[in-house]
């Protein structure tokens, strides 16, 4: 699983070394990306070298060394990953647009594509490279709108009802009220599933559980990608 701005960094080395047979340095990343700060480029780094596509050398300049690439970036793609969009309005690939409730038979069930992880902890991505699909009750469904599922990882909103390894069910929206659980986009790369509050030029993003802290930021620091409506959990 990849976030975009992990993807975009990955995809940006491996040209590089195609290309000059060396790594980029941190500051061209940095401006590739366009990112405020290395900060970022270091953390974008790390998580690729925890998932397995990087490796970095000790004691050597730019050691930097592709070990492997997702399909999206092979010759062979045929689709890429399954991306949140960061945009305002972007849609979900895969997701589809569902009836009213009031056309939804009592009792049926819908299909929805299962994106990827969504972090309730440290926030992580909300992407997969593969789409499966997952069954969800029709009145479960918001009356309008896109929607999708996410699986939790983390106990940040336990004290929401909502647990690591439980499905979450997102009605696509980019606006929210205070009080709304959302999946908010953070600096445009990390992706958690958080209780929204605004207060003035800031917004708060807020657990459920008293060992994590509210997270308050600039406005245009957060995008709002989806409003919880619905919570799978498996026995």
């Known amino acids: 699983m990849l976030t975009r ?4 960094l990955l995809r940006f080395i491996n040209e590089r070394v195609q290309r000059d047979g060396v790594p980029p340095s941190f500051d061209e990343m940095k401006e590739a990306l366009d990112l405020r700060s290395k900060s970022g480029i270091h953390r ?4 690729l070298e925890e998932r397995g596509f990087i490796r970095r050398l000790a004691h050597r300049a730019r050691a930097i060394e592709i070990v492997k690439l997702p399909d999206s970036l092979g010759p062979k793609a045929q689709g890429g990953l399954r991306v949140i969009e960061g945009d305002r309005g972007a ?20 299909e929805l ?4 992880r969504i972090a309730a902890g440290t926030p992580i991505e909300a992407i997969a490279d593969e789409n ?10 918001a009356a309008q ?8 990882k ?3 909103m336990i004290e929401a009802g909502i647990n690591d390894g439980d499905v979450v069910v997102i009605r696509e929206t980019s606006d929210a009220q205070t009080g709304d659980i959302v999946v908010a986009q953070v ?8 209780r929204f509050r605004s207060k003035g030029d800031m917004i708060l993003l807020e657990a459920a559980n008293p060992a994590y802290e509210t997270r308050v930021l600039p406005r245009g620091s957060v995008k709002v990608q989806g409003k919880l409506v619905g919570l799978i959990r498996m026995y």
């Not at 701005?5 to 975009?8: A, E």
């Not at 499966?132 to 469904?141: C, D, K, N, S, T």
């Not at 896109?146 to 939790?152: D, G, T």
């Open 154 to 156: 983390g106990d940040s």
């Open 132 to 141: 499966p699909q997952i069954a969800v009750p029709g009145a479960m469904l």
């Open 187 to 194: 600096e445009g790369y990390e992706a958690t599933l958080k």
């Open 91 to 110: 849609k979900p690939r895969g997701a589809r647009a569902l009836p009213a409730r009031a056309d939804v038979p009592a009792g049926s069930v819908t």
């Open 5 to 8: 701005k992990q993807l975009d």
């Open 145 to 152: 709108g896109r929607h999708y599922a996410l699986e939790v």
């Open 44 to 47: 974008l780094i790390t998580a």
């Open 113 to 116: 594509p299962l994106l990827g």
